[in-house]
């Protein structure tokens, strides 16, 4: 059974208009991280949630901002998405930040137009 | 659209063969190393991870060994089968006790391709 789940699995987008990507995940763990994936790439961190304090990655771009309403859900809003932003999105967990390994769901792939 | 991505080192190894990945890290406080394993279309699959208080680890067909002197790390994997086709990273970190570590750093990928 999938225990992390991001949906959809295929975003398109036009340049410039807002995006949300979703993750969720049913292992009730205390941190979830946004990971980037271009293209032959390895995954880059964005940004991650420890409970409910958001850690940001200093070289992530604004446009890139995310929310947790809770401690199943987790979201990555791109504001103002552009070429560049086409990529493989990464939703991951772990139970708390000194236990690893992260659990990833398949991803979200985005393309801009 | 997206932009062309770097073409991935690639392994090739006969069915039934051992494979060896091999990954360099850079930073020198890391800890904590994991092995993933991803297959086309999915997210990456947990396979091994060892804690730099160890040099050797052995899973069920895989041994990760860690040589921090010159900051080395590879992967094992025995009788290699078609499904162990994929592309495999390493992945680093800083675990800090009482809360608190860094996300993981990807090393940048070996595609694992089998031969029959």
């Known amino acids: 059974d999938a225990m992390v789940i991001q949906n959809p699995r295929y975003q398109v987008t036009q340049f410039g208009k807002p995006v949300t990507l979703s993750c969720s995940q049913t292992?009730?763990?205390?941190?979830m991280y946004w990971y980037q994936q271009k293209s032959s790439q390895a995954p880059k961190l964005l940004f991650h949630?420890?409970?409910?304090?958001?850690?940001n990655e200093a070289d992530t771009p604004d446009n890139f901002q995310s929310r947790r309403p809770n401690t199943s859900f987790c979201f990555l809003d791109i504001r103002s998405p552009g070429l560049g932003d086409a990529a493989m999105y990464l939703c991951?967990?772990?139970?708390?930040?000194?236990?690893?390994?992260?659990?990833f769901g398949d991803g979200t792939r985005l393309s801009i137009l | 659209g997206e932009s062309v991505g770097l073409h991935l080192p690639t392994l090739s190894v006969q069915e039934g063969d051992n494979s060896i990945i091999n990954c360099a890290y850079s930073?020198?406080?890391?800890?904590?190393f994991i092995w993933y394993k991803q297959e086309s279309g999915k997210g990456p699959q947990f396979i091994i991870d060892?804690?730099?208080?160890?040099d050797k680890r052995q899973g069920q067909r895989v041994t990760v060994l860690l040589n921090k002197t010159v900051k080395h790390l590879s992967l094992q994997i025995a009788a290699t089968q078609p499904g162990d086709s994929a592309v495999y990273f390493c992945?680093?970190?800083?675990?800090?006790?009482?809360?608190?570590?860094?996300?993981?750093?990807f090393g940048k990928g070996t595609h694992l391709i089998i031969q029959p």
């Open positions: 991951a967990t772990s139970r708390d930040r000194e236990y690893q390994p992260q659990h």
């Open positions: 292992l009730n763990h205390n941190v």
């Open positions: 949630y420890y409970d409910k304090d958001f850690n």
């Open positions: 930073n020198s406080a890391s800890d904590y």
């Open positions: 060892i804690r730099s208080n160890m």
């Open positions: 992945a680093e970190t800083t675990l800090y006790s009482g809360g608190g570590a860094d996300g993981l750093t």
